[in-house]
C-alpha cells in the first residue's frame, strides 16, 4: 500500500512555499483568537468576519493573495500558496487525555480531507502547543489522524488515463521549534500504529473471492519472513486430526478449505506471553440456518476481527517489544453446501468439550473455541484477548459508538479499556456469570452454541470462557465498531480497523507482572 514520509523539520513557516501550510488556532479565556505568533495579524483581520470563529474542528482554507493574507505576503512572512486554519476552541488543561487525543487525531482527518479536495499531495503542519499534552504526544496523534485519514481502497477501480491520478498525500512536514529527536520517534510509532490499521482496512475491503483463509495464511508468510517472526499454518486435515471440530464443521459446507494461522513474536529472553486471537470469517452467510439477503453483503467484513491481530503483529515486528506476543486466526467461511453442519448436529472441540449445534449462524464462536483451546495448551501464555465482530446482540446494546468488553480478570479489563480510550477505540464491559452460562447449557452434550435471543453478547461469551479455563482472558466483540464506527474525519466509511491501535498501545503500555499477586480473578454471581 501507498506510504507517506513524514518530515520533522525547525524550519520556520515562513519558509514553506508548498501548496497548503496548516495552522491551529485556540480560544483564550476572553475568546479572542490564540495561535502562532507570526500569524496573529491575519487571526486579527479575520476576527471581524464570521466564516471562522476558532470552535473544535472548525476550519477555514484561505489563498493569497486575497483577503487579510495580502499584507503577509508582501511582506515575505509567508510563502505558503493556501493556509488552512484549524480551530481548537478553548484552550484548557482541564480536558481528559483521551479527548485531547481525539481532538488531535480528527484534525489530522480534516487535513487529510482537504488534501483529497485540492488534490494536494504534500501539505506542512505547525504542531500546535497543547495544554495537558507535551509535542511529542501531539506530534504522535496528529500525525496518525492525517494517515488513517488519508486512507483509500482503490485495488478494484479502473482508472481512465484522462481521470484524475491522485492516491493520497506523499509528504507531511511537522514544524515544531523543540524535542525533534523525541517527535521524529513518536511520529515512526505513529506511522506503525496507522500502517496496521490501514492494512486491517484493506483487507476488510476486500471481497470474498478476494480475501479467503489461505490469503490470511500468505500475509502470516510475508510478514514474518519480512520481520523475523515464526509462522505455522494447518490447514485441513492437520485441524482435523489435532480434533479442532469447531472450525471443520464450520467450514464443512465450503469448497474453500479452512485454515489455522499463527504468527509468533519472541523477543530472545525470558518474558511474559500474550495471546491474541481474532475471528477469520472471510465470508458468512450463516450457513443452514441462512441469513437474510438484506444486509448479506456486509458479511465480507467477518474477519475484522482476525485483520486486527494479525496486522497487530506488523507492528510487532518493527517495533519489538519486550514481551512475547502469539497470534492465532482460526480462517474459514461459512456456506450452506450439501456438506454443512445443520441444526441439531453434535462436534467436538480441541480438548474434548462437546456442543449441540442450535443455530449454525452463531459460528464465530465455534472456530474461536478450538483456537483458544489450542493457542492455550500450546504456548500457556500470561493472558489471552480475542477479538470478533461476535454478535449482532452487542450493536443492539452498544450501537456503533462502543464495542463490548467481556472478562474474568479485572486488571486486564481495566487495561484494555485505558488503552482503548487512549487510541479513540471506546470499550464497555458487559458483565458475566453463572445466571448467564445457565442459558447455554445442553440436555445432549456439554454445551450448545446458542443462548436464546436475550443477552446474546453475553451468552456468545460465557460460551468462550468455557475454553480459557483460568488464564486472565478478555473477549472484545466489535460487531458495532467494526464497520459503520461513529463518523470521524479520519475514520472511513465501510471498515474501520478497530481494536489495532487498542492492542498495541496495550502491548506498548505492557507493564510486567499484571497478573500476580490477588484480587485480579472476577467471576460475577
Not at 121 to 127: A, S
Not at 325 to 345: E, L, Q, T, Y
Request: aromatic fraction near 6%; charge should be negative.
Amino acid at each position: 500500500m501507498k506510504s507517506s514520509k513524514i518530515v520533522v523539520s525547525k524550519k520556520k513557516i515562513n519558509k514553506y512555499s508548498g501548496d497548503l501550510l496548516v495552522a491551529f488556532v485556540g480560544l483564550d479565556e476572553e475568546g479572542a483568537f490564540a495561535g502562532d505568533e507570526l500569524l496573529q495579524p491575519l487571526l486579527e483581520s479575520l476576527s471581524q468576519y464570521k466564516e471562522f470563529t476558532g470552535k473544535a474542528e472548525e476550519h477555514i482554507l484561505l489563498y493569497p493573495p486575497f483577503g487579510p493574507l495580502t499584507d503577509l505576503l508582501s511582506a515575505g512572512l509567508l510563502s505558503c500558496r493556501r493556509l488552512l486554519l484549524i480551530g481548537r476552541g478553548k484552550i484548557q488543561s482541564q480536558i481528559d487525555a483521551g479527548e485531547r487525543n481525539e481532538t488531535l487525531r480528527i484534525a489530522g482527518g480534516i487535513i487529510a480531507s482537504q488534501c483529497k479536495i485540492n488534490k494536494i499531495e504534500e501539505v506542512g503542519v505547525v504542531l500546535p502547543h497543547s495544554a495537558g499534552l507535551s509535542d511529542v504526544e501531539v506530534g504522535e496523534y496528529l500525525t496518525e489522524g492525517i494517515l488513517l485519514g488519508d486512507y483509500r481502497f482503490l485495488k478494484y477501480k479502473t482508472r481512465k488515463k484522462d481521470e484524475d491520478s491522485y492516491i493520497g498525500i506523499k509528504k507531511v512536514e511537522l514544524y515544531s521549534d523543540k524535542h525533534n529527536e523525541a517527535i521524529r520517534t513518536s511520529v515512526v510509532k505513529a506511522s506503525h500504529s496507522a500502517l496496521a490499521v490501514c492494512v486491517a482496512r484493506d483487507m476488510a475491503n476486500e471481497p470474498g473471492n478476494g480475501w479467503t483463509p489461505t490469503h490470511f495464511a500468505d500475509y502470516a508468510k510475508e510478514l514474518a519472513e519480512k520481520l523475523d517472526l515464526k509462522c505455522t499454518v494447518l490447514d485441513k486435515s492437520e485441524l482435523a486430526e489435532l480434533g479442532m471440530g469447531g472450525i471443520v464443521a464450520v467450514s464443512q459446507g465450503s469448497e474453500t478449505p479452512p485454515k489455522l494461522v499463527i504468527l509468533e513474536y519472541d523477543p530472545g529472553r525470558k518474558s511474559e506471553t500474550i495471546l491474541l486471537v481474532g475471528k477469520g470469517l472471510t465470508f458468512d452467510s450463516g450457513g443452514i440456518s441462512l441469513k437474510p439477503a438484506q444486509g448479506m453483503m456486509d458479511m465480507k467484513y467477518d474477519m475484522c476481527g482476525g485483520a486486527a491481530v494479525m496486522t497487530v503483529m506488523e507492528a510487532v515486528g518493527r517495533e519489538k517489544p519486550d514481551v512475547r506476543v502469539v497470534a492465532i486466526v482460526p480462517a474459514s467461511d461459512n456456506m450452506a453446501g450439501g456438506g454443512a453442519i445443520k441444526p441439531g448436529d453434535v462436534i467436538t472441540h480441541y480438548g474434548g468439550i462437546t456442543c449441540e449445534i442450535e443455530n449454525t449462524d452463531a459460528e464465530g464462536r465455534l472456530i474461536l473455541a478450538d483456537a483458544l483451546a489450542y493457542g492455550i495448551e500450546k504456548f500457556q501464555p500470561d493472558c489471552v484477548i480475542d477479538v470478533a465482530t461476535l454478535t449482532g446482540a452487542v450493536v443492539v446494546a452498544l450501537g456503533h459508538h462502543h464495542a463490548g468488553l467481556l472478562s474474568n480478570n479485572d486488571n486486564l479489563a481495566t487495561k484494555i479499556i485505558a488503552a482503548g480510550k487512549q487510541s479513540g477505540e471506546p470499550f464497555w464491559r458487559l458483565p458475566m456469570g453463572e445466571m448467564y452460562a445457565k442459558q447455554i447449557k445442553s440436555p445432549i452434550a456439554d454445551t450448545k452454541n446458542t443462548g436464546g435471543k436475550h443477552a446474546g453478547a453475553i451468552t456468545a461469551a460465557e460460551f468462550l470462557r468455557q475454553f480459557v479455563g483460568k488464564v486472565p482472558w478478555a473477549h472484545l466483540d466489535i460487531a458495532g465498531t467494526a464497520w459503520e464506527f461513529t463518523e470521524k474525519s479520519y475514520i472511513p466509511k465501510g471498515p474501520s480497523g478497530f481494536g489495532v491501535r487498542t492492542l498495541i498501545t496495550l502491548l506498548r503500555q505492557w507493564e510486567k507482572g499484571l497478573f500476580t499477586g490477588n484480587g485480579s480473578e472476577t467471576r460475577d454471581k
